[in-house]
Structures are given as structure tokens and as C-alpha cells.
């Protein structure tokens, strides 16, 4: 069955730089869009990037571009979200998708 598993949340100062993980199983991952989709404390869900199936685009929401690098290695079924210069602001669940599987989040938390 379809398996995304999220990894390397935790909490982390503000400034600081986090890496998140995405393992896929199931399903051809090399033919995915794949995206990075988070929910703040009380909020909706906020989508934050996506990229090609073969990393030729990436996008952004306008809050984290220039902060946030999403990449993914096709050959290890994993997606990946650089986090660079966090703010409280980016206290959130983070859940990488493609639109028809999710995985179960992780959370970050940024605070001093």
C-alpha cells in the first residue's frame, strides 16, 4: 500500500535550519508531483512547495521562498524540505503528499 513517512521535525531556535524527510513506498514516486503541505497551531492547512517528478521545477508559497529548498531523490523514494532561517511563524505540522496519499506529519517547532 501507499506510504509516505515523514522524518526530522523537532524543536529548533529561531535562525536556525532544519531538514525534513519524506520516505515513499507504493507507488511509482518518480512519476509524482510531490508537495510539502503544513497546518500551524489553530490554522488550515497551507500549502508550501511542490516539485516535478524529475526536479525540473520547484514552487513556493510566498511565505517561505528564498528560505525553503525542496528537492527529492528518485533513485532512495525520498522527498526533502531544507528549512533555512526559521521563524516562529513556521511552528507547524508538516506533511509531505500527493494529493492522493498523505503521510502522518511532523512537527517543527520554532522557539527560543
Known amino acids: 500500500q501507499v506510504q509516505l513517512v515523514e522524518s526530522g521535525g523537532g524543536l529548533v531556535q529561531p535562525g536556525r535550519s532544519l531538514k525534513l524527510s519524506c520516505a515513499a513506498s507504493?507507488?511509482?514516486?518518480?512519476?509524482?508531483?510531490m508537495h510539502w503541505v503544513r497546518q500551524a497551531p489553530g490554522k488550515g492547512l497551507e500549502w508550501v512547495s511542490n516539485?516535478?517528478?524529475?526536479?525540473?521545477?520547484?514552487y513556493y508559497s510566498d511565505s517561505v521562498k528564498g528560505r525553503f529548498t525542496i528537492s527529492r531523490d528518485n533513485a532512495k523514494n525520498t522527498l526533502y524540505l531544507q528549512m533555512n532561517s526559521l521563524n516562529s511563524e513556521d511552528t507547524a505540522v508538516y506533511y509531505c503528499?500527493?494529493?492522493?496519499?498523505w503521510g502522518q506529519g511532523t512537527q517543527v517547532t520554532v522557539s527560543s
Open positions: 503528499t500527493s494529493w492522493h496519499s
Open positions: 507504493g507507488f511509482t514516486f518518480n512519476s509524482a508531483w
Open positions: 516539485i516535478h517528478p524529475e526536479s525540473e521545477s520547484m
